[in-house]
């Protein structure tokens, strides 16, 4: 059947109520959340010290489990699980013709008619459908939507909400005047998703790194990890100050303290079942479009003052924007600083620490090629110094 919305409309009155509904229900938890950890506190007697109580796995050493965490720690931490809360198929063997297919489902500009303006809400409706052109009935897809202006070479991405139903509901605050075009991608579809999950779950060691060791002229590489099947006897360098985990397998010949260094070992391989790969094809279910049923353009008008739950509304929705090629922050007060002497000004006496994975370190190469091309590298940013540490 082809994706339409024809009948869809009057649903959509339903749906924002059931959102609203929604969203009472996750503050309510937040709260017994919050007593939740008041409980343990007293329960335990520890003060603000207490063990997490992970999934327990017996085949792996991972020793996260132990780690104590404060106070401030556990409620971060549980903050972030309850974020991570993932609500996907039904059961574990889904079909793949009644998996998610981009290619049959459609969205609907909601609010099209409508005067838009800059600062209002655009709300776009997506509905999701199988191979066989069937509606999806569950939710849990991995969506991303963004609206853009390829002229103004301007963009802001817009917050999706799984209705659960099969149907999802994404929200853009307007920032640009103009022409703006809405897009939607079918990153991974709940069945992917699922397949991931228990993947993550199940094989903790999927990527692996390597260390070698090397004493005189006996030199040996060995496989390490977070996390490390239980088969082989361990160097442990879990970090005893934070508590981070690392193993590596103990070499042979050598000990552990012979370890000189860290690289990328690898993926393990053919973990998928024939079943299972249906869900990871590239220009199917990987980062596909949807299309719009009807039209995915409308024209924003300047911001013209309303009342000032408008503005506080999509305020909240709003982390910042491109416009002309420049990220606008949404949330803070930001400088712009465009050439490599106000960088070099700014950065004049202070000490930066840049923590991340891969992505700060280009950061960091960036920065640092940026800055130093007019000068010589030495007198480059004078008192100021620039450290970069990153994982993978
Ligand atoms: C690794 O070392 C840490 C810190 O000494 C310890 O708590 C943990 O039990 C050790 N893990 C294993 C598997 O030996
Ligand atoms: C909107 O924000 C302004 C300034 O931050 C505040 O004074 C006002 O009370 C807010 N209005 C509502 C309805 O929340």
Same mark, same amino acid.
């Given at each position: 059947?082809?994706?339409?919305? +024809? $009948?869809?409309?009057?649903?959509?009155?339903?749906?924002?109520?059931?959102?609203?509904?929604?969203?009472?229900?996750?503050?309510?938890?937040?709260?017994?959340?919050?007593?939740? /950890?008041?409980?343990?506190?007293?329960? /335990?007697?520890?003060?603000?010290? #207490?063990?997490?109580?992970?999934?327990?796995?017996?085949?792996?050493?991972?020793?996260?489990?132990?780690?104590?965490?404060?106070?401030?720690?556990?409620?971060?931490?549980?903050?972030?699980?309850?974020?991570?809360?993932?609500?996907?198929?039904?059961?574990?063997?889904?079909?793949?013709?009644?998996?998610?297919?981009?290619?049959?489902?459609?969205? !609907?500009?909601?609010?099209?008619?409508?005067?838009?303006?800059?600062?209002?809400?655009?709300?776009?409706?997506?509905?999701?459908?199988?191979?066989?052109?069937?509606? $999806?009935?569950?939710?849990? *897809?991995?969506?991303?939507?963004?609206?853009?202006?390829?002229?103004?070479?301007?963009?802001?991405?817009?917050?999706?909400?799984?209705?659960?139903?099969? #149907?999802?509901?994404? +929200?853009?605050?307007?920032?640009?005047?103009?022409?703006?075009?809405?897009?939607?991608?079918?990153?991974?579809?709940?069945?992917? !998703?699922?397949?991931?999950?228990?993947?993550?779950?199940?094989?903790?060691?999927?990527?692996?790194?390597?260390?070698? +060791?090397?004493?005189?002229? =006996?030199?040996?590489? /060995?496989?390490?990890?977070?996390?490390?099947?239980?088969?082989?006897?361990?160097?442990?360098?879990?970090?005893?100050?934070?508590?981070?985990?690392?193993?590596?397998?103990?070499?042979?010949?050598?000990?552990? !303290?012979?370890?000189?260094?860290?690289? $990328?070992?690898?993926?393990?391989?053919?973990?998928?079942?024939?079943?299972?790969?249906?869900?990871?094809?590239?220009?199917?279910?990987?980062?596909?479009?949807?299309?719009?049923?009807?039209? *995915?353009?409308?024209?924003?008008?300047?911001?013209?003052?309303?009342?000032?739950?408008?503005?506080?509304?999509?305020?909240?929705?709003?982390?910042?924007?491109?416009?002309?090629? /420049?990220? =606008?922050?949404?949330?803070?007060?930001?400088?712009q600083f465009n050439n490599p002497t106000d960088i070099t000004?700014c950065l004049?006496?202070?000490?930066?620490?840049?923590?991340? *994975?891969?992505?700060?370190?280009q950061w960091f190469e960036y920065l640092t090629s940026f800055v130093s091309e007019p000068y010589?590298q030495?007198?480059l940013i004078?008192?100021?110094?620039l450290?970069?540490?990153?994982?993978?």
């Open positions: 059947m082809r994706c339409s919305f +024809f $009948k869809f409309q009057i649903c959509s009155v339903i749906i924002t109520a059931l959102v609203i509904l929604v969203l009472v229900n996750n503050l309510n938890q937040v709260e017994h959340l919050d007593q939740r /950890t008041d409980l343990i506190l007293s329960q /335990t007697g520890q003060g603000d010290k #207490f063990e997490q109580s992970h999934l327990s796995t017996k085949k792996y050493y991972c020793d996260y489990q132990q780690q104590l965490i404060s106070r401030a720690e556990h409620k971060e931490q549980q903050y972030l699980l309850q974020s991570l809360q993932w609500i996907g198929p039904p059961h574990k063997k889904i079909h793949f013709l009644k998996s998610t297919a981009a290619a049959q489902s459609c969205f !609907v500009i909601l609010n099209s008619r409508n005067n838009l303006n800059v600062g209002d809400v655009m709300e776009v409706l997506v509905r999701m459908q199988d191979f066989e052109g069937n509606p $999806k009935r569950y939710g849990g *897809d991995y969506l991303q939507a963004k609206i853009h202006s390829p002229s103004l070479k301007a963009g802001a991405v817009g917050k999706v909400v799984d209705h659960q139903n099969g #149907f999802y509901s994404v +929200f853009f605050t307007l920032l640009w005047p103009g022409s703006v075009t809405v897009s939607v991608v079918l990153v991974h579809p709940s069945e992917g !998703v699922q397949v991931l999950q228990h993947l993550r779950e199940d094989k903790p060691d999927r990527v692996y790194f390597k260390s070698l +060791f090397r004493s005189g002229t =006996i030199s040996e590489t /060995t496989i390490c990890n977070v996390c490390l099947p239980k088969k082989l006897p361990l160097c442990n360098y879990t970090d005893l100050l934070t508590g981070e985990p690392w193993f590596c397998y103990k070499p042979e010949r050598l000990s552990c !303290v012979n370890r000189i260094n860290h690289a $990328k070992g690898g993926y393990l391989k053919n973990l998928l079942t024939f079943e299972e790969s249906l869900f990871f094809q590239s220009g199917v279910n990987i980062k596909v479009p949807i299309l719009a049923s009807g039209p *995915d353009t409308v024209i924003v008008h300047p911001w013209i003052m309303k009342d000032k739950d408008v503005v506080n509304g999509s305020k909240l929705l709003s982390c910042g924007h491109y416009y002309q090629d /420049t990220w =606008i922050s949404g949330k803070s007060y930001k400088r000004n004049q006496g202070k000490v930066v620490h840049l923590f991340g *994975d891969s992505t700060i370190r010589n030495s007198k004078p008192r100021t110094r450290h970069c540490l990153f994982s993978t």
